[in-house]
């Protein structure tokens, strides 16, 4: 069995990667579990060459056409997982770019997807700032309508629509999962309106300053990268027949505010005689404009009666993070 996975070169992209390498199949076009003989990673960057030989490194432009359509090939027992995506605060800035990369590139994913032999799985990476505006609820599900406020979120409802219609037109077994923020990223911090969600964390396990953009009491809703990983998976492996005509599944996430990030790293920090950095106020208007617009609890019933995950407590995520990056 063939998977790709764009945006393969990321974070959640290597993650996913290693995990379907350590499961070794997928179900398959024949209903079973099919090995998998190899793994494209598709994207425009890589930090890193693989010396896994099911691994398959193809560096590129998602909003290629034709680069797409060589890469996804003709293979019908092949499964893709769309994760490559500009981020939010680059889509607010560069409103064209964010349509080249966002929208063009998951048009050209999906075609690509469509004219494979047989119909292939396609899981797609969405986001929870497909709710936003008038739309929103106390407590968002999927049967909140769509009415995002930043650049970002709209291309990730507009590609939602697609995946649906794809599959409602048999061209492909579309899926789509609702991202809530995903914490803690290693590294350093990134360009999306989000970053310091993972920040307020990672920074301060490494005896560094974090500086804040929002207020204290902000809420998000936010779950752990093995969740994230493990529910892309999940989703794959959702027999078709449990699925109805909205494929488009909101992940359940923890409602999480800076000060009680606060709180659980002191416990972390107490736990394991870490020294924190500290939290530092340095409040930003055009971040915090953004967030405003994002929902501040979901509701993933739906995902977990289908066998997505629900996160572990956030002090589990913080453990596991420093035991994988610490």
């Not at 106390?138 to 009415?147: I, L, Q, S």
């Amino acid at each position: 069995m063939k998977v790709i996975i764009t945006g393969g070169g990321g974070f959640l992209g290597s993650q996913l990667c290693e995990k379907i390498l350590e499961r070794g199949s997928l179900s398959g076009p024949s209903g079973g579990q099919e090995p998998v003989d190899e793994i494209v990673l598709f994207d425009d960057r890589f930090h890193l060459a693989s010396s896994e030989p099911r691994v398959r490194q193809v560096c590129g432009d998602i909003s290629d056409r034709d680069t797409v359509r060589e890469v996804v090939g003709a293979r019908a027992d092949t499964a893709v997982f769309h994760l490559a995506s500009m981020v939010s605060g680059e889509c607010e800035e560069r409103f064209d770019d964010a349509l080249r990369v966002n929208l063009d590139g998951g048009r050209h994913l999906f075609e690509a997807a469509r004219a494979a032999a047989g119909r292939p799985r396609v899981v797609f990476a969405s986001s929870i700032a497909c709710f936003g505006g008038e739309g929103m609820e106390p407590v968002n599900t999927d049967r909140t309508k769509h009415t995002p406020q930043t650049t970002y979120g709209m291309t990730k409802a507009i590609c939602e629509m697609l995946v649906n219609d794809h599959t409602r037109k048999g061209h492909f077994d579309g899926r789509s999962v609702r991202l809530p923020t995903v914490i803690i990223r290693p590294g350093r911090p990134n360009a999306a309106a989000s970053s310091w969600a993972s920040g307020m964390f990672r920074e301060p396990l490494k005896g560094e300053a974090c500086h804040l953009p929002v207020r204290r009491d902000q809420c998000h809703p936010m779950t752990g990268y093995r969740t994230v990983v493990e529910s892309f998976i999940a989703l794959h492996e959702a027999p078709e027949m449990r699925l109805g005509s909205d494929r488009a599944y909101v992940l359940p996430a923890h409602r999480v505010t800076p000060e009680l990030a606060d709180r659980v790293l002191r416990e972390v920090a107490e736990r394991q005689k870490l020294a924190l950095g500290p939290i530092v106020d340095a409040f930003d208007p055009r971040i915090q404009g953004i967030v405003d617009n994002w929902p501040q609890a979901v509701d993933g019933a739906r995902a977990v009666a289908l066998g997505m995950p629900e996160p572990p407590p956030l002090r589990e995520i913080v453990e596991e993070y420093l035991a994988d990056f610490g």
